[in-house]
């Protein structure tokens, strides 16, 4: 057993002995829900004052809105009623420092963990390596807030996605922990009026 489970079953061993919650419902008690990154920097609990059973939290690498995050957000409001979006990426985000091609020659060459140098990304691995992320779109960053306005307006225009519902754009600093909003990413995800 790695030290890594150890600790993880350790831990859920003291907050299962005294757990409380399980009366919570379903549907998230606040009626929103956050797509954010996956990076370990980013607490949404903390930096959007969240309690168990508040909001749902969609987490991918970048907070990217791909097909299976938009899939998420819509079960979210169409199954568990949320009202409310908000597209959170971050500052010094990993997914600014490779391009879709750097990623499919990374995986073409081996599949065992790249090194960052100050000149990116460098395999040093021994291979085997796969061609199968040729096929794969990455969803990497060129601009963040560019990203955050792409990724509102994407849930903006998919036909599964109410006119109803606001989608909002931040950028979370991962230095201050303040989140900025993107004006023009909040615009576009701006309630629509449906005929008149």
């Excluded at 489970?5 to 379903?26: C, H, I, P, W």
């Excluded at 998230?28 to 909001?55: V, Y």
């Excluded at 995986?107 to 460098?122: C, D, V, W, Y």
């Excluded at 979370?172 to 629509?192: N, P």
């Amino acid at each position: 057993m790695s030290q890594v489970l150890k600790e993880v079953l350790g831990a859920n061993q003291r907050y299962s002995s005294s757990f409380t919650k399980g009366d919570l419902t379903m549907p998230p008690a606040r009626r929103f829900a956050i797509l954010t990154c996956m990076d370990a920097r980013l607490d949404p609990a903390k930096f959007a004052g969240l309690s168990e059973g508040d909001a749902h939290v969609i987490r991918n690498a970048g907070g990217r809105a791909s097909d299976d995050a938009i899939r998420s957000l819509v079960i979210s409001y169409k199954l568990l009623g949320t009202r409310e979006w908000f597209v959170i990426h971050h500052t010094d985000c990993g997914m600014e420092f490779f391009t879709n091609e750097v990623m499919r020659s990374l995986l073409r060459n081996s599949l065992e963990t790249a090194e960052l140098t100050p000149q990116g990304f460098k395999d040093v691995g021994t291979g085997p390596g796969s061609v199968v992320g040729d096929y794969i779109e990455w969803h990497t960053i060129a601009d963040q807030k560019g990203a955050i306005v792409d990724d509102v307006t994407r849930i903006r225009h998919h036909p599964l996605v109410p006119k109803t519902i606001p989608v909002y754009g931040y950028l979370y600093d991962v230095r201050s922990g303040q989140l900025i909003e993107v004006e023009a990413a909040t615009r576009v995800g701006a309630v629509q009026t449906v005929g008149v």
